[in-house]
């Protein structure tokens, strides 16, 4: 703890948290020792030892007499004290006398509860001794775990903290232990499934460490099919972190991106920095998807858009929009940013510049009947022939393109697309209408008396033929290298 806040573990609501009895006027105890209290939190600012002597004090006070709340808050004051002190083995013990207290229902649960969870929420964030922090923890969860003192509620919650401490500290296997511990109280219907999302979510966490692609898959699916539970928001962005990463591996870019876009949200909600981390992975499945949509422009994700983290990320997703892919390529061979430190985002880089690739091909070739590779190489920053000729076959069997492949002369020739059946009929239309205006003006003229050329002369179909037709292909460029085999025939 630093010397600014080496006694502020949650200490404002010690002030607010009041006990109310039927005869407050003749509890002259209580008032004595929330005096003694107070003037003991004067003299610790005055001098730590000082502090120490007087918070004893008021203990003392009440070993042989009624336990009071300000006693409880003299035991959290001394454990603080101790800890600045680095006097670790007395603050065990004043921490197993703090629980005493709860033994006697001197405090109310709510307020053990909050002091409870204020000091292991300091402790684990310190991290500065392990065999404290996990004498601390064993004491608490033997304390909550039977007896009169069973809090099953509150001992699932020291369990999850413990859990998250060891998976930080990489304590695989006192971590297994608590894991197992959890999903057997779990189990045995006492908890229904409140906890089994926060559970889920610590195993996830562990199995992204080691890279178990199965089991990421098979505790993703588990825990959405938990029902009837509202998960911390935290623990909600964990499990789908986990969901965008499975689907990106399957290549499901759609739902990695949506899965991606529900965690982002859920860190957010939680406050918790992970949320920039995913965004920037979110940004990655969206381009991947090719979607036309730029998840910046939402309203979650838009007061993010400056942030230092994200503006890399923001200059690439610009550039692809925009079809600018040399300044894409530029960023990424650059590392701008450290985008490319980022191992999952580096594990995707193949699969981004062929999106980015494909993207621009079906733009740049759009109205030409011919093309070379030499010329679509340069095109796309100079890859070679045969990156052409592998990004060309991909476009045709998606069906994005439809052409033939030289691979001798290295030309792709563009086939029409074939007309929809309603350009068809109106072609048969036409054509019908035609041949009936030549027939209806040969009849005229074979009629006696009539001049040639009078009668029925009406052009019933010309409008429409003017309009259909193959101008459009004859209009059409071809682009290559040089000779007839670049005609457009």
Request: hydrophobic residues 35%; charged residues 25%.
């Amino acid at each position: 703890m630093s010397d600014s806040d080496s006694y502020e573990m949650n200490e404002d609501e010690e002030e607010y948290d009041f006990e109310y009895s039927d005869d407050d006027a003749s509890n002259t105890s209580d008032i004595d020792s929330e005096n003694s209290y107070y003037n003991a939190k004067g003299s610790r600012d005055d001098s730590l030892s000082s502090g120490i002597a007087a918070f004893l004090a008021v203990i003392k006070t009440e070993e042989s007499g009624e336990k009071t709340v300000w006693g409880f808050k003299s035991l959290k004051q001394l454990i603080k004290c101790y800890y600045k002190q680095e006097d670790f083995k007395e603050m065990v013990e004043i921490y197993k006398k703090l629980l005493g207290y709860i033994s006697c229902s001197a405090v109310t649960q709510n307020i053990s509860e909050k002091g409870i969870n204020s000091i292991l929420d300091r402790l684990s964030n310190e991290k500065k001794n392990q065999d404290l922090l996990h004498s601390i923890y064993n004491e608490t969860l033997a304390f909550f775990s039977s007896g009169d003192t069973k809090n099953e509620r509150l001992w699932f919650k020291c369990s999850l903290k413990l859990g998250q401490l060891l998976l930080d500290v990489d304590d695989n296997v006192r971590f297994q232990k608590v894991i197992n511990t959890l999903l057997e109280k779990s189990e045995d219907g006492s908890q229904g499934t409140s906890h089994m999302m926060e559970i889920y979510a610590l195993q996830i966490q562990m199995y992204g460490k080691t890279r178990d692609t199965k089991k990421l898959k098979d505790l993703y699916a588990k825990a959405l099919s938990v029902q009837n539970n509202v998960p911390h928001p935290r623990t909600l962005g964990i499990i789908h972190d986990c969901g965008g990463k499975t689907y990106m591996q399957a290549q499901q870019w759609k739902e990695a991106k949506d899965a991606f876009f529900i965690s982002f949200k859920s860190f957010d909600e939680a406050g918790d920095h992970s949320r920039l981390r995913v965004l920037r992975y979110l940004l990655l499945a969206s381009m991947l998807h090719e979607s036309a949509i730029n998840p910046l422009d939402s309203p979650e994700a838009r007061p993010y858009k400056d942030a230092a983290e994200i503006q890399v990320m923001t200059r690439l997703v610009s550039a692809f929009h925009g079809n600018r892919i040399k300044e894409f390529e530029t960023i990424l061979k650059r590392n701008e940013g450290g985008v490319m430190d980022d191992k999952f985002i580096r594990g995707y880089l193949e699969e981004l510049r062929m999106s980015v690739r494909k993207k621009v091909a079906i733009k740049i070739i759009e109205g030409f009947e011919r093309v070379s590779f030499g010329w679509l190489s340069g095109e796309l920053c100079d890859i070679s022939e045969e990156e052409v000729e592998r990004l060309l076959v991909v476009l045709i069997l998606e069906g994005r393109i439809s052409g033939q492949i030289d691979q001798v002369k290295k030309y792709l020739t563009i086939t029409p697309p074939t007309p929809p059946p309603t350009t068809l009929l109106m072609n048969s239309i036409t054509t019908l209408s035609i041949s009936l205006q030549s027939a209806l003006a040969t009849a005229n003229d074979s009629i006696p008396g009539k001049a040639k050329g009078g009668g029925f002369q009406q052009n019933v179909g010309f409008g429409i033929g003017g309009i259909i037709g193959e101008k459009g292909w004859r209009g059409r460029k071809n682009l290559g290298g040089k000779g007839a085999d670049n005609m457009v025939m």
